[in-house]
């Protein structure tokens, strides 16, 4: 496991830009709760870390598709899923292991 953030570096409904082995990997605080995804929207490969995050979903700026939080899949298509890592988070530091 690797540190890759501190949980104050993401604001609560904010996203956070990381790259580890040149993986582009974004860290969403949602409501606290901390999860790391491949940024790379599944569609068309844009960027995670620059989308809205709404009530339960993050919606892609690029072609507007949205993604069910806890999931982690596409909304409309739950067979159309988000690469998620595993995370750790001890005394406010972000592990992730790849």
Same mark, same amino acid.
């Given at each position: 496991? @690797?540190?890759? +953030?501190?949980?104050?570096?993401? %604001?609560?409904g $904010?996203?956070? &830009?990381?790259?580890? !082995?040149?993986?582009?990997?974004?860290?969403?605080?949602?409501k606290? @709760?901390?999860? +790391?995804?491949d940024?790379?929207? %599944?569609h068309? $490969?844009a960027? &995670?870390?620059?989308? !809205?995050?709404?009530?339960?979903?993050?919606?892609?700026?690029?072609?507007?598709?949205?993604?069910?939080?806890?999931l982690?899949?596409?909304?409309a298509n739950?067979?159309?899923?988000?690469?998620?890592?595993?995370?750790?988070v001890?005394d406010?530091?972000?592990?992730?292991?790849?």
């Amino acid at each position: 496991m @690797k540190k890759i +953030a501190r949980v104050e570096d993401i %604001p609560v409904g $904010g996203t956070k &830009l990381v790259f580890m !082995n040149d993986t582009p990997i974004v860290l969403l605080n949602i409501k606290g @709760k901390i999860q +790391a995804w491949d940024n790379r929207c %599944p569609h068309r $490969g844009a960027s &995670l870390a620059d989308g !809205n995050i709404l009530e339960s979903t993050i919606q892609c700026k690029f072609h507007l598709w949205e993604f069910d939080i806890e999931l982690a899949c596409a909304v409309a298509n739950s067979d159309i899923k988000v690469k998620t890592f595993y995370l750790k988070v001890q005394d406010g530091d972000i592990f992730i292991q790849i």
